[in-house]
């Protein structure tokens, strides 16, 4: 079950470094997953939307004592609708071949066949997903939520070919968000800030670090990391961020989860 956070007793769980590489500043965040025999912190994948609007991070995470939250999938930018794939507390909310394509040629199409999926299990560890699995298929394997990003940097501590695995995926410096895990299963977000950094460049420091499995989500103009009610960068759209479909927050459990 849930409990409502108690700030003060969870804060020593969460360590927060800022970092300069590459001509860029970016912050690296690493959680506890496992804190007690009981008690342990794990992403969730949650939807903004109330009452037809989505919220931004900062906004979302206001509601309610959550101890950290970044951005998470990708979205039509026009409607504000997820796309491709989102799941949350296992329900299917977006499970879609076609996408569409940007109102602005230069920032491409996303394609479903070539970006792939992160999923979450119920005991709290990521997976990564081909593009060609459905969202049955994902809650069949364990996982509650899932979302649609783009692609994995590393898995099992080896470093992905990105020249070959996404064809049209930016390669160019942006802002990121990246989730990974641990060898210890410890949580591992990299965020960077403007004026950003290539995928290449984020794959070299995760293996620096030692990351287990790293994924890339949404980034650009959507990134955004909040720490409890402090944003650790700054708002690139609107006065208190990006209005978004869909964040990963990490939330605090005791005992067995109940979906």
Same mark, same amino acid.
Request: neutral net charge.
């Given at each position: ?13 969460? *360590?927060?470094? $800022?970092? @300069?590489?590459?001509?860029? %500043?970016?912050? /690296?965040?690493?959680? #506890? !997953? ?51 794939l989102l799941i *949350?507390?296992? $329900?299917? @909310?977006?499970?879609?071949? %076609?996408?569409? /394509?940007?109102?602005? #040629? !230069? ?27 459905t969202g049955e ?7 509650m939520d899932a ?113």
């Open positions: 079950m849930y409990i409502k956070l108690d700030y003060e007793k969870y804060k020593d769980y969460v *360590s927060i470094e $800022k970092r @300069y590489d590459y001509d860029c %500043e970016y912050i /690296i965040t690493k959680i #506890k !997953k496992n804190i007690s025999k009981n008690d342990k912190i794990i992403p969730r994948i949650r939807l903004t939307n109330k009452n037809g609007n989505n919220k931004s991070l900062y906004n979302f995470m206001n509601d309610d004592e959550i101890l950290f939250g970044i951005n998470a999938g990708i979205f039509n930018t026009s409607t504000g609708e997820a796309e491709c *949350s507390n296992n $329900k299917i @909310y977006k499970d879609q071949y %076609e996408t569409y /394509i940007h109102n602005d #040629k !230069k920032d491409g199409g996303e394609k479903r066949n070539e970006l792939y999926i992160l999923g979450i299990s119920k005991e709290g560890n990521l997976k990564i997903y081909n593009p060609s699995i298929e994902i809650i069949k394997d364990g996982c979302v649609m990003g783009f692609v994995p940097l590393t898995l099992d501590f080896k470093q992905i070919d990105l020249d070959n695995l996404c064809s049209y995926i930016s390669m160019d410096k942006h802002p990121r968000q990246i989730i990974g895990q641990l060898e210890n299963d410890d949580y591992i977000i990299m965020t960077v800030l403007k004026p950003g950094m290539t995928l290449k460049e984020t794959r070299k420091i995760l293996k620096t670090l030692n990351v287990r499995d790293a994924y890339n989500l949404d980034g650009g103009s959507s990134t955004q990391s909040i720490y409890h009610h402090q944003s650790l960068i700054p708002f690139y759209r609107e006065k208190t961020g990006r209005h978004i479909p869909s964040v990963i927050t990490f939330e605090v459990i005791t005992g067995d989860l109940i979906i």
